[in-house]
């Protein structure tokens, strides 16, 4: 290991294989985040967007019965979001993608909020059958991308919901600053994607799945206009504190780590992409929260050194027995050589190509500025 750098800033280190340092020993990934506290603020600057964020929402939303989509799963992120927009007098439909993996924590957190609230709730479900074949297909096709198809899935849900209600905001729960922003190497998605590894290793075809192809995503953004609303990147958003006044307002419970109130991202984190990947996305939140001040760089170093991601054993038989997956073909799965998404069709190819007008798309509000900044830096 004698190449391994970590940054002196954060703990993100060459386990990212796109990590670049610069004189001072910084990386990229903290330049990123201090672009983004430009576009971002917080603080009186951000008050006042957010202030007209909400306003225009409520304007648009009058005389109806919802005006924003808020999709949830149950986790801290959504939850909190659910929280504030409440506490921001907007009218939300709260969207859920049951994908199966569901805890039961989960289910009871977004009962009890929604109760509490007074929320309505939209609930997705899966086919199983095919989605686990999904599930299925990319744990065989070997690269770290194995939960996207929950992650687009959800997307086309709350797309397609939207444009069912006739609403055009989806209150997105993405924090830049506590989650960092994904390293391409680490989780890359995209519709064709999902439909290029389900062509090769699935066994069904997707009929129901709901994807997000190029043309699906120019039809809900420019035709239907729906857009997605950062909200918590505009507040100071503390995570323990969150955690504490959702606790403690509305009886909510933590399900014990980052997206742990689904068992398949929690098999997902804890095991999958360490053992196989090398991939600790512990190592992405510490860094954000190292960034804002929640934890200090001492302190997660000592925390990725001395304990391993630690991960439940009946979880795994749990997956494996839910997937009817055998013992051995899981190894085989294991064993097989780690790949990416280059080695398999993907937009990212004509991405690339459309880098100015991807620019001016994100200027106009149309794409997160955090998917420009995932694709090209
Ligand atoms: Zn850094």
């Known amino acids: 290991m004698n190449d391994y750098k970590i940054c002196k800033r954060c703990v993100s280190d060459t386990t990212i294989s796109e990590i670049q340092f610069d004189s001072n020993g910084i990386c990229n990934f903290c330049k990123i985040h201090d672009e983004m ?47 504030v927009c409440s506490r921001l007098g907007l009218k939300p439909l709260a969207v859920h993608y049951d994908n199966g993996w569901n805890s039961p924590i989960a289910v009871s957190n977004i009962k009890k909020l929604l109760e509490q609230l007074n929320i309505d709730l939209y609930t997705y479900v899966v086919n199983w059958a095919e989605f686990k074949d999904l599930q299925l297909s990319f744990l065989k096709a070997s690269t770290s991308d194995a939960e996207i198809p929950t992650d687009v899935g959800i997307h086309g849900c709350l797309l397609r919901v939207a444009s069912k209600f006739n609403l055009k905001y989806i209150m997105n729960g993405h924090s830049f600053r506590n989650e960092s922003l994904m390293p391409k190497s680490w989780t890359y998605m995209d519709g064709l994607y999902i439909s290029s590894v389900q062509n090769k290793f699935g066994s069904k075809k997707l009929k129901t799945f709901p994807n997000v192809t190029l043309s699906d995503f120019f039809y809900y953004s420019f035709i239907k206009g729906i857009k997605a609303v950062p909200i918590l990147n505009y507040i100071k958003y503390d995570k323990t504190k969150a955690i504490s006044v959702l606790e403690k307002k509305l009886d909510w419970k933590y399900s014990g780590g980052h997206h742990h109130e689904s068992y398949y991202t929690e098999f997902f984190q804890t095991f999958l992409l360490p053992k196989k990947f090398n991939i600790d996305k512990r190592i992405t939140e510490l860094s954000g929260f190292i960034r804002t001040n929640q934890i200090t760089r001492e302190l997660a170093i000592n925390e990725l ?38 080695n398999y069709d993907t937009y990212y190819p004509l991405i690339k190509l459309f880098q100015k007008p991807i620019k001016f798309g994100t200027k ?7 998917l420009y900044q995932k694709f090209f830096n």
């Open 305 to 342: 050194r001395d304990n391993e991601y630690p991960y439940r054993k009946e979880l795994i038989n749990y997956t494996l027995s839910k997937l009817d997956l055998s013992y051995s073909d899981f190894n085989k799965i294991l064993e097989d050589k780690p790949r990416t998404y280059k």
């Open 37 to 83: 506290e430009i576009q971002y603020p917080i603080g009186k600057k951000g008050h006042k967007k957010l202030k007209q964020i909400i306003t225009k929402i409520k304007e648009e939303g009058r005389g109806k019965k919802y005006d924003c989509i808020i999709g949830v799963s149950g986790g801290t992120d959504s939850s909190y979001m659910l929280y």
């Open 364 to 370: 106009l509000g149309l794409l997160p500025y955090v």
